[in-house]
């Protein structure tokens, strides 16, 4: 059973020295639960908070163990009755190849009903992240301005789409051409701009004439600064990610500005709300229903980026955390 495990903590962004590739014996037979083939490998963003030390949102991974992930497995052996081999199940088994589980936190997953790597992102918890933050935080109304960042990811996809679908103007910010022409001609956004260009900000401006009414933060950084002063009275701010700042080792130079943004969330009456998407899971049979129905009706698209091999998890994973990722991030562990 080859895993990859996390080898030492990183001091600012990862390297590759903080994976190491480990193989492992493990009994294919357990006398209780299910033993599982990894098909596929989610790589989200979080990630990088459970490699350091202190739990944030969700637990930190000891140095030595197993890199904690999203994965859609076949189940090859079952001693739960809910369970049989030859199903497909979403759950969080780790970056390996195999692996036990309880049957806790286990979805079966109809391989008719959509592709079965789709529980890892429109269908899954990059999908959920967005409709629930949208809907709950954001409240978008028809004829309104949402701007989101990441916008060709997994969860900036999805938000603008959704958005759009609710009447939404949308306007998409991605890192370089491919992206924004992407955001525009394949998913329909009203505008796609490259945070990388030199007058981002005068851009920005530009595509958002009337304001902005929902910012949905996935990045943080030099997005937020260039956002900030178009913000309208009563914005919602879903406050999803800041992946921007997760390698930050201290607060940034410069002053304090804190009192300030609290200052103006007053006087421009603001909605600001942190949100996980742990926080909705009453929501998930809803979510579902609707998003697995847009999809059916060819209403919403998604992109995958698929690297082959759970040996190149490492790479590809701070690959992500630099934009290197176009769509989804999924490593293709084995075929069934
Ligand atoms: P993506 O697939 O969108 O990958 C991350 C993207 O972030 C990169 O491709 C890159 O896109 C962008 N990015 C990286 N660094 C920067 C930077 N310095 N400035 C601007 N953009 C940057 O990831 P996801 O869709 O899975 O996640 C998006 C966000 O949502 C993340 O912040 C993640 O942590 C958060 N999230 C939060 C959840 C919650 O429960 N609160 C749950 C799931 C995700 P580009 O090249 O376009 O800049």
């Not at 959704?162 to 992407?182: D, N, Q, S």
């Not at 809803?286 to 040996?311: A, H, I, S």
């Amino acid at each position: 059973n080859r895993q990859i495990l996390l080898a030492s903590r990183p001091f600012g962004e990862p390297t590759p020295e903080n994976f190491r590739l480990a193989t492992t014996d493990i009994p294919d037979r357990p006398v209780q639960g299910l033993f599982l083939k990894t098909l596929w490998l989610s790589l989200d963003p979080y990630m990088r908070g459970i490699m350091d030390e202190g739990d944030s949102y969700t637990p930190a991974v000891d140095v030595g163990g197993v890199m904690d992930g999203g994965t859609v497995s076949l189940v090859l052996s079952s001693r739960e009755p809910d369970f049989a081999p030859g199903d497909f199940v979403v759950g969080y088994t780790g970056w390996q190849e195999y692996a036990h589980a309880s049957g806790e936190g286990l979805r079966k997953l109809d391989p008719k009903a959509a592709p079965i790597s789709t529980a890892l992102g429109l269908l899954g918890m990059p999908g959920m992240t967005a409709y629930t933050g949208l809907l709950n935080i954001g409240q978008p109304k028809p004829g309104e301005t949402l701007v989101v960042a990441a916008a060709s990811g997994a969860v900036g996809s999805a938000v603008g789409q959704i958005a759009r679908l609710k009447g939404c103007r949308v306007v998409g910010i991605a890192g370089g051409p491919e992206k924004t022409r992407f955001v525009v001609d394949e998913l329909g956004f009203d505008a796609g701009l490259d945070h990388r260009a030199a007058d981002f900000p005068a851009r920005l401006e530009a595509a958002c004439p009337k304001g902005i009414d929902i910012y949905f933060e996935n990045v943080g950084g030099h997005v937020w600064d260039a956002v900030y002063p178009l913000l309208n009275n009563f914005t919602r701010i879903p406050v999803c990610g800041q992946i921007a700042n997760y390698s930050d080792t201290g607060l940034p130079p410069g002053p304090d500005r804190t009192l300030a943004l609290i200052g103006t969330i007053l006087v421009k009456r603001w909605r600001m709300q942190g949100f996980i998407v742990t926080d909705f899971a009453d929501q998930t049979d809803e979510f579902l229903r609707e998003v697995g129905g847009w999809l059916r009706q060819g209403k919403l698209k998604y992109k995958e980026d698929v690297v082959v091999g759970l040996e190149n998890a490492p790479a590809a994973f701070i690959g992500q955390l630099k934009g290197r990722n176009f769509g989804k991030l999924l490593i293709k562990v084995a075929d069934a």
